[in-house]
Structure formats: C-alpha cells, structure tokens
C-alpha cells in the first residue's frame, strides 16, 4: 500500500478520534477527557486561526478538515522517516 494511501486512511481514523473526543467533551460538561488536547490537537491548532464569532457548523468544519490534514501529515512523514531508515540500514549492511 503506498503512503499516500495509507496516510489517507489512517486519517479518517483520526477524523473519528476527534469526532469522539469532541462530542464527549461536548456532552460531559463536568468531565473532561483525559488527553483531550493531544487527541484534537491538530483541530485546536486550526481552529486557532478563527474568531468565536464564527458559526458553529463552520467551526466544525475547520475542526474535521484540521484533523483530517494534522493526522494525515504525521502518519505520511512517519511512514517515509521508516522507510527511510529502513533503507539505510539495508544499505550499511554487508
């Protein structure tokens, strides 16, 4: 599978990791949950950039693509350090 592929797949996972840390946070006002901000973290960096003025729907949106793109761009920069180190290790072997 390429990393293209994969990255992009392994996205959407995210994308529902995010969906789930939201909508409990969302819902369970008195509880927050642990790890909350490394979990959404890339949608809280997108999300940045916007006022509060800015509706709901559009913040959801800035919050599902932010996701999408922050775990998509990781997972594809992990997958090509591997490979690359896999590659050089196979190169220094005899």
Do not use: C, H
Not at 2 to 28: E, H, P, Q
Not at 80 to 89: D, E, F, V, Y
Request: proline share 4%; glycine share 6%.
């Amino acid at each position: 599978m390429s990393d293209l592929r994969s990255a992009a797949l392994w996205a959407f996972a995210g994308i529902a990791i995010g969906l789930f840390a939201f909508t409990y946070n969302y819902t369970m006002v008195p509880i927050s949950l642990p790890g909350y901000d490394f979990l959404a973290g890339p949608a809280m960096l997108a999300l940045s950039f916007f006022s509060e003025e800015t509706s709901f729907k559009v913040k959801l949106i800035i919050f599902l693509f932010g996701q999408y793109l922050g775990y998509f761009l990781v997972i594809f920069v992990m997958r090509k350090i591997i490979k690359w180190a896999q590659l050089n290790k196979n190169k220094k072997q005899p």
